[in-house]
């Protein structure tokens, strides 16, 4: 999942989930996470996260 932040940047987070889980539910980790580190603010809109599954 990459999120975008103020910077400019888009900052990528590997969520581990069930298949089934929401896509908020996964956008929700990964921005707490972004938060809790020493990274410029991401942008807490759901619509800005792009979600891809892998493998």
């Not at 103020?6 to 990528?12: E, H, L, N, P, T």
């Not at 089934?20 to 929700?28: C, G």
Request: proline content about 5%; glycine content about 4%.
């Amino acid at each position: 999942m990459s999120l975008s932040a103020v910077d400019g940047r888009q900052y990528v987070y590997r969520v581990y989930a069930p298949e089934d889980a929401l896509p908020a539910d996964l956008f929700w980790e990964a921005w707490h996470c972004h938060e809790e580190s020493a990274f410029p603010r991401a942008w807490d809109v759901f619509d800005a996260a792009v979600i891809r599954m892998v493998g």
